[in-house]
């Protein structure tokens, strides 16, 4: 009786972590979270925005992962590396640090970081072990996989970095206002933007017409160092239709502010 009971708490368990019941779908916001590192030191995913992340849910001392672990370490993590994608290794069996260095870690070889007692995040995620998740620069979830699917970790890691927005780079060289795409536009837009900074600092995205009325506020929010993009739909703050015409959008940072215009068309 014992044993069928400790079956059917374990079945349900596996059951409430499966991706397929997910509470987090491709296309959505991926929810922020606060773990610690090996070291105790506590790590928020939005202190990343701006990368490309991938989420690897493991279990300190499960069988799977530990074989998976030395094939993502070379062909996802050592591969994009270069690329400014951040890979985070989430132990949802909640485990010590040195359960995970002992167990996992000196085992497998892997080098990406790793954050502990992740249970948490994976009841918010609907994740179980042996999970992967890719996040866009835009926070979005791009990619869920119940099991290690390296060639659709690598086809949609490929597809982000060359996708316009989503940068291959771990951090900008620069303060830059990209010209809008398309231009002349309707219904909308896609403004890119990319930001320096040494700590997360308001940052905002205004569109102003001819005159210099405010139209639309696009941004206004504390960023970190990151490349960002923001669609207009061409309307007003309070929904109305913005007319034909030319508009400015400006973006200012600190005390710095980078200007250009763009042509909406009815």
């Known amino acids: 009786?014992?044993?069928?009971?400790?079956?059917?708490?374990?079945?349900?368990?596996?059951?409430?972590?499966?991706?397929?019941l997910a509470t987090v779908s491709v296309g959505d916001q991926a929810p922020d979270f606060t773990l610690q590192d090996l070291e105790g030191n506590s790590f928020k995913l939005s202190s990343i925005q701006g990368k490309?992340?991938?989420?690897?849910?493991?279990?300190?001392?499960?069988?799977?992962?530990?074989v998976e672990a030395p094939y993502f370490e070379l062909n996802i993590h050592k591969q994009y590396q270069?690329?400014?994608?951040?890979?985070?290794?989430?132990?949802?069996?909640?485990?010590?640090?040195?359960?995970?260095?002992?167990?996992?870690?000196?085992?497998t070889g892997a080098t990406f970081k790793f954050l502990t007692f992740g249970s948490p995040v994976a009841q918010l995620y609907g994740a179980g072990v042996s999970n992967y998740m890719i996040i866009g620069i835009d926070g979005k979830v791009k990619f869920i996989s119940r099991y290690y699917d390296e060639r659709g970790l690598q086809t949609q890691i490929d597809v982000l970095t060359s996708t316009p927005g989503q940068k291959p780079k771990a951090i900008p060289d620069e303060f830059v206002l990209h010209q809008n795409f398309p231009n002349p536009f309707n219904p909308s837009t896609e403004i890119e933007y990319e930001i320096v900074v040494?700590?997360?600092?308001p940052v905002d995205l205004v569109v102003y017409d001819l005159l210099g009325n405010e139209v639309a506020v696009l941004v206004d929010a504390d960023q970190a160092s990151?490349?960002?993009s923001v669609s207009w739909d061409g309307t007003y703050t309070n929904g109305r239709k913005a007319a034909s015409g030319l508009y400015f959008y400006q973006l200012t940072i600190d005390?710095?502010?980078?200007?250009?215009?763009?042509?909406?068309?009815?």
């Open 1 to 20: 009786m014992k044993q069928w009971t400790a079956y059917l708490v374990l079945t349900i368990m596996l059951l409430t972590t499966n991706p397929l």
């Open 52 to 66: 490309i992340v991938v989420l690897f849910f493991l279990g300190y001392n499960c069988g799977s992962c530990l």
């Open 82 to 107: 270069p690329y400014g994608v951040e890979v985070l290794g989430i132990d949802i069996w909640d485990g010590s640090p040195a359960l995970l260095q002992s167990n996992f870690i000196s085992a």
């Open 198 to 201: 040494n700590d997360r600092t």
């Open 226 to 228: 990151g490349f960002y």
């Open 255 to 266: 005390e710095r502010q980078k200007t250009r215009k763009m042509h909406l068309v009815r």
